[in-house]
Structures are given as structure tokens and as C-alpha cells.
């Protein structure tokens, strides 16, 4: 292989160096990760001038320069060899142009088709960190790497407990699904949290497949699929959040200490179901708002205008009465929120101080236990139901379109929005046949 060293910015005082050589039918280039100083390049050497009348403290830069680029340069070749004998056939341009981040990542085992289970997963994961995208083309979010993560220490206990050594690419098969099924269902997991593993792992093994990693093409077979279960979706009624807002809290503890948590997290909450923000967005709202107030001389405007953290969209929506009495009450200034996790722990305390505590049948999340399951109102609501709450309530109202409604909400497509709604598809299907009976009555 004939590689030859360019400059990829001639024009600039310091630039850096790409490995340039014909490869799979065309012309390939590769960054070599070293910067030069332009004006001690010789083009036609293709390394840097090191002459006796420079300071030696110089000449040791440049010659340390030059080492690295040959260093670089051998590295390439010895890639193309090392691959060639892995795979006994000579790479691919996308194969072999991986093989080469890798080595420039520092990574023991250039050769991807070497990598065992674990390294690949583990690979799979830091380039999902930094070069991955989602469908939108954004950067993947953290939970799902952390999720990413999450999914490798499991699969790392179920081989230590179950296997008596590291996972392989061969060893998933319908036997290994349904058992490591089985011990996620044993440590208490959902239904829900066992399918998302499972979904992960299918990725893995999918996108490893497709590198040419295994042949094991188990993630095809029907029991790879995810398993579902369509847990019990629950919501705040107009008139349940007419006696949120009005109940009683308790506002002195046992020890006489004043307890502002409760009434804090009922009031963002209550914004919440009124607003459908997300918690990302609800952080925020303590500081839009206050600006707003300010900019209205002490009123609280009619709208609120911001950029969703989730999606990065742009929406605009209404401030209601019952959101502008809240505001009221803090004077422009609502209470900043807790995290995520204290305030799903003060939303279940506060329901229950309003009595919100109507007894709900739902289906077993268990899948070693699948009997109906009975459970007080207030356990099912999390902050994020607000959001549920705001677009159920408001869809109800039956005075928006779906379309209109999904432009508060934020929601990517209709079919999302109907699928996050607390309403079935007779629901519906009833509302848009009493439109089709009305639009027929008054064409006749």
C-alpha cells in the first residue's frame, strides 16, 4: 500500500496530517492525529526539515514530529495486514476505516473482528457517546446510555451466576433468552424493564451481525421480541385537580418545623397538569416565568414561549387561570423544583392529604405473577402523569384537533400523541364519527 502525507491546511502556520492512498477503488484519507508547523514541511519528502542550525530543543520537536508520523504510517500497514489475516479476505473500506479509529482511540484490538462479547458491547457503547445519533440525527440521550450500561452489568452477573464464565456472540439462543428472563424477573424487575433489555441486546447482537462479528442471527427469531405489557395509564381529572388545588395541607410537621415541600411540589405539579411540560421543562419554569412577570410589570402573561429540552422544538403555550393563580401566589416566583425522584415521592404524600386515594385494578407488570393487582390512586401518579393529565384533559374538552393539541404538547406525529392520550381508540373513533354526523347534518 503507497501512502503518502499531505497537509490538510497548507495556508494556516500549524496544521495537521492525513495519510492519503488508493484503497477498495478509490482514493482514501485518513487524519494521522499529528499537527505540524507548515512552514518546516517538505513536500517533497513528506516530513519535516530537521537542519544542524536549529535550536536543539527544535530539532528534538521535529524529529519526535516525523517519529510519530512513521509511526502512524506503519500502523496503517500493519492494520491492513492484521486484518487481512483475520478475516482471510481483504477488508472492506468501512472495516478497515473503523479498524483504523480504533487504533487511533488507543484501543488494544484494532482488528473489530476479534472482539469478544463484553469488549464489543463496551465498544458499542463509547462510540454511541460520541458519534451515534438517534432518528432525528441528535446526539443520543444519556438515560439511553446509561441504559446502555445498565443492560452490559446485568448480562456481566447473569454469565457470572448462570454460565460460570463471559457471555459469547454463540451462546444466545432461545434456551439463554428465556433464563436470563427469568433472573431479571427475580430480582423484582417489570415486565416493561425485561423487554427494554431485551430490545437492547437485539441491537447489539444486530448491529455486531451486521459487522460481520458473528453469525449467530438468533435476534431474528420470534422470541427475541420484546415482550409488552400495556400497564395501566392514569390520569388527573378536571375534578381532581380542582381538589388538589384546594386541599388543605398540612403546613407545621411533628418536630413544629414548617413544611414547605408539600405545598411546593403540589403547586409545580399542579402547573405541570396544566402546561404538560416535561420535569426538564418544569426545572426551567421558576426562571421563564420570572422573566415574564417582570417584563409585564408584575402580571403573569397569557402564554409561555420555550424550546423543549427533550426535543429541541419550539412551542408555545397557554397560561391558564389556574396556572396564573399559582403564579400569583409566589408572586412571579414559583418554588424551584427537587429532583425527579424526591418530587414522585412528595406528589404520592400530597395526593394522599387530598384524598386522592381511589382503590385501581391493573394488570400485573410481575411476569412471574400475573393476578390482577389492586392499588390506591395516589401510588400511580408520578410527575410525569401530569403531562399525561394536560393532553387527556385537554383532548376531552373536545375543542382542539389533534394537530392543534400536538402543537402544546410538543408530540412528533399525531399517532404519538393519541398513543400517549388516556383514551382508547372507541374513544376515538366515537368523537370523529359525532364530527362526520354534525358536518353531514349541517351540509344537508
Same mark, same amino acid.
Given at each position: 500500500?503507497?501512502?503518502?502525507?499531505?497537509?490538510?491546511?497548507?495556508?494556516?502556520?500549524?496544521?495537521?496530517?492525513?495519510?492519503?492512498?488508493?484503497?477498495?477503488?478509490?482514493?482514501?484519507?485518513?487524519?494521522?492525529?499529528?499537527?505540524?508547523?507548515?512552514?518546516?514541511?517538505?513536500?517533497?519528502?513528506?516530513?519535516? #526539515?530537521?537542519? &544542524?542550525?536549529?535550536?536543539?530543543?527544535? *530539532? %528534538?520537536? /521535529?524529529?519526535? $514530529?516525523?517519529?510519530?508520523?512513521?509511526? +502512524?504510517?506503519?500502523?496503517?500497514?500493519?492494520?491492513?495486514?492484521?486484518?487481512?489475516?483475520?478475516?482471510?479476505?481483504?477488508?472492506?473500506?468501512?472495516?478497515?476505516?473503523?479498524?483504523?479509529?480504533?487504533?487511533?482511540?488507543?484501543?488494544?484490538?484494532?482488528?473489530?473482528?476479534?472482539?469478544?462479547?463484553?469488549?464489543?458491547?463496551?465498544?458499542?457503547?463509547?462510540?454511541?457517546?460520541?458519534?451515534?445519533?438517534?432518528?432525528?440525527?441528535? #446526539?443520543?440521550? &444519556?438515560?439511553?446510555?446509561?441504559?446502555? *450500561? %445498565?443492560? /452490559?452489568?446485568? $448480562?456481566?452477573?447473569?454469565?457470572?451466576? +448462570?454460565?460460570?464464565?463471559?457471555?459469547?456472540?454463540?451462546?444466545?439462543?432461545?434456551?439463554?433468552?428465556?433464563?436470563?428472563?427469568?433472573?431479571?424477573?427475580?430480582?423484582?424487575?417489570?415486565?416493561?424493564?425485561?423487554?427494554?433489555?431485551?430490545?437492547?441486546?437485539?441491537?447489539?447482537?444486530?448491529?455486531?451481525?451486521?459487522?460481520?462479528?458473528?453469525?449467530?442471527?438468533?435476534?431474528?427469531?420470534?422470541?427475541?421480541?420484546?415482550?409488552?405489557?400495556?400497564?395501566?395509564?392514569?390520569?388527573?381529572?378536571?375534578?381532581?385537580?380542582?381538589?388538589?388545588?384546594?386541599?388543605?395541607?398540612?403546613?407545621?410537621?411533628?418536630?413544629?418545623?414548617?413544611?414547605?415541600?408539600?405545598?411546593?411540589?403540589?403547586?409545580?405539579?399542579?402547573?405541570?397538569?396544566?402546561?404538560?411540560?416535561?420535569?426538564?421543562?418544569?426545572?426551567?419554569?421558576?426562571?421563564?416565568?420570572?422573566?415574564?412577570?417582570?417584563?409585564?410589570?408584575?402580571?403573569?402573561?397569557?402564554?409561555?414561549?420555550?424550546?423543549?429540552?427533550?426535543?429541541?422544538?419550539?412551542?408555545?403555550?397557554?397560561?391558564?387561570?389556574?396556572?396564573?393563580?399559582?403564579?400569583?401566589?409566589?408572586?412571579?416566583?414559583?418554588?424551584?423544583?427537587?429532583?425527579?425522584?424526591?418530587?414522585?415521592?412528595?406528589?404520592?404524600?400530597?395526593?394522599?392529604?387530598?384524598?386522592?386515594?381511589?382503590?385501581?385494578?391493573?394488570?400485573?407488570?410481575?411476569?412471574?405473577?400475573?393476578?390482577?393487582?389492586?392499588?390506591?390512586?395516589?401510588?400511580?401518579?408520578?410527575?410525569?402523569?401530569?403531562?399525561?393529565?394536560?393532553?387527556?384533559?385537554?383532548?376531552?374538552?373536545?375543542?382542539?384537533?389533534?394537530?392543534?393539541?400536538?402543537?402544546?404538547?410538543?408530540?412528533?406525529?399525531?399517532?404519538?400523541?393519541?398513543?400517549?392520550?388516556?383514551?382508547?381508540?372507541?374513544?376515538?373513533?366515537?368523537?370523529?364519527?359525532?364530527?362526520?354526523?354534525?358536518?353531514?347534518?349541517?351540509?344537508?
Amino acid at each position: 500500500m503507497n501512502i503518502s502525507v499531505l497537509l490538510l491546511r497548507p495556508s494556516n502556520p500549524e496544521c495537521g496530517t492525513v495519510a492519503s492512498f488508493h484503497f477498495d477503488g478509490a482514493k482514501r484519507r485518513k487524519g494521522l492525529g499529528v499537527t505540524v508547523p507548515t512552514e518546516r514541511w517538505d513536500r517533497k519528502r513528506q516530513r519535516l #526539515k530537521v537542519s &544542524a542550525t536549529l535550536h536543539r530543543d527544535e *530539532r %528534538t520537536r /521535529l524529529m519526535a $514530529l516525523n517519529q510519530r508520523i512513521d509511526q +502512524q504510517l506503519k500502523a496503517i500497514q500493519d492494520t491492513f495486514h492484521s486484518l487481512s489475516y483475520a478475516l482471510e479476505r481483504e477488508p472492506t473500506w468501512e472495516e478497515f476505516s473503523r479498524a483504523l479509529d480504533r487504533l487511533q482511540a488507543g484501543e488494544e484490538k484494532v482488528v473489530e473482528a476479534t472482539l469478544t462479547f463484553y469488549e464489543w458491547v463496551e465498544s458499542f457503547i463509547v462510540e454511541s457517546e460520541t458519534h451515534r445519533t438517534n432518528a432525528k440525527g441528535q #446526539k443520543l440521550h &444519556a438515560r439511553t446510555i446509561a441504559k446502555y *450500561r %445498565t443492560v /452490559l452489568l446485568q $448480562l456481566k452477573r447473569f454469565a457470572t451466576t +448462570q454460565l460460570g464464565r463471559a457471555m459469547r456472540f454463540e451462546d444466545w439462543d432461545e434456551t439463554l433468552v428465556n433464563r436470563y428472563k427469568t433472573f431479571r424477573a427475580n430480582q423484582g424487575c417489570k415486565v416493561s424493564t425485561i423487554g427494554k433489555d431485551l430490545a437492547v441486546i437485539k441491537v447489539w447482537l444486530k448491529k455486531a451481525h451486521h459487522r460481520k462479528l458473528h453469525d449467530n442471527r438468533s435476534f431474528l427469531e420470534p422470541y427475541f421480541v420484546p415482550p409488552k405489557h400495556r400497564g395501566l395509564k392514569v390520569h388527573l381529572s378536571l375534578e381532581d385537580l380542582d381538589t388538589l388545588e384546594k386541599a388543605m395541607l398540612p403546613s407545621v410537621g411533628r418536630n413544629g418545623r414548617e413544611l414547605k415541600a408539600l405545598h411546593h411540589v403540589r403547586d409545580l405539579f399542579l402547573v405541570a397538569c396544566w402546561t404538560g411540560a416535561r420535569y426538564s421543562d418544569l426545572k426551567r419554569f421558576p426562571d421563564l416565568i420570572g422573566d415574564l412577570w417582570d417584563q409585564h410589570g408584575g402580571q403573569c402573561p397569557d402564554e409561555l414561549v420555550f424550546v423543549q429540552d427533550k426535543t429541541d422544538d419550539r412551542v408555545r403555550i397557554p397560561i391558564l387561570d389556574a396556572v396564573k393563580r399559582i403564579v400569583a401566589k409566589y408572586d412571579g416566583r414559583l418554588p424551584k423544583a427537587m429532583s425527579n425522584q424526591k418530587m414522585n415521592r412528595v406528589i404520592k404524600e400530597v395526593l394522599a392529604h387530598a384524598g386522592l386515594t381511589r382503590t385501581i385494578e391493573m394488570a400485573s407488570g410481575d411476569p412471574q405473577n400475573t393476578k390482577p393487582i389492586r392499588t390506591p390512586f395516589n401510588e400511580l401518579v408520578t410527575l410525569h402523569t401530569a403531562r399525561r393529565t394536560f393532553a387527556t384533559n385537554m383532548w376531552e374538552l373536545q375543542v382542539l384537533s389533534a394537530g392543534e393539541l400536538r402543537s402544546l404538547t410538543g408530540h412528533e406525529s399525531e399517532q404519538a400523541l393519541l398513543l400517549y392520550l388516556n383514551v382508547d381508540r372507541e374513544q376515538v373513533a366515537q368523537r370523529a364519527g359525532a364530527k362526520l354526523r354534525e358536518a353531514l347534518r349541517q351540509r344537508a
